[in-house]
């Protein structure tokens, strides 16, 4: 009666098929817990955040031109000043546009919504520095 082997390559290759199933069965968790809530991934709206999008969209209704550049980054003042036009029928339909507006995301130091005029979607963000005083970023 002859004696039946498998070759070495074979062998070796069910070992590693073996020890693939083996590690990945240790490695997996359970769905339950397989990694953090997804419950809200936007972030939640602080009162003070909620405060300041609300001046912020008052600013715009009213056509407020400085108003709204002083309450921008310095950074992006600059670029406001320039191109922030100065006509307040422009600034309330953008403002009308802001009371729409829907949270993309929101954090401590950040946060950013979408709105849409006339069709197209721009986005809105504001921002703050750790001190508690939000600013507009950019629009």
């Known amino acids: ?14 070992f590693g098929v073996m020890l693939a ?7 997996n968790c359970p769905e339950k817990v397989s990694g953090p809530s997804n ?16 001046t912020a969209e008052n600013f715009f209704l009213e056509g407020k031109r400085d108003s709204i550049i002083a309450n921008t980054y310095p950074e992006f003042s600059v670029v406001a000043q320039d191109y922030l036009p100065n006509d307040p029928a422009i600034l309330k339909k953008f403002g009308e546009a802001l009371t729409k507006k829907k949270l993309l995301y929101a954090g401590e130091l950040y946060a950013e919504y979408e709105i849409t005029i006339d069709g197209k979607r721009y986005t809105v963000a504001f921002g703050q520095s750790g001190d508690g005083v939000w600013k507009i970023v950019r629009f």
Do not use: D, H, W
Not at 1 to 14: D, E, H, T, V
Not at 42 to 48: I, M
């Open 21 to 27: 199933l083996i590690t990945l069965n240790f490695t």
């Open 1 to 14: 009666m002859s004696k039946f082997s498998f070759p070495r390559n074979i062998k070796l290759y069910l």
């Open 39 to 54: 419950e809200n991934p936007t972030g939640v709206e602080t009162p003070a955040l909620k405060s300041f999008s609300k």
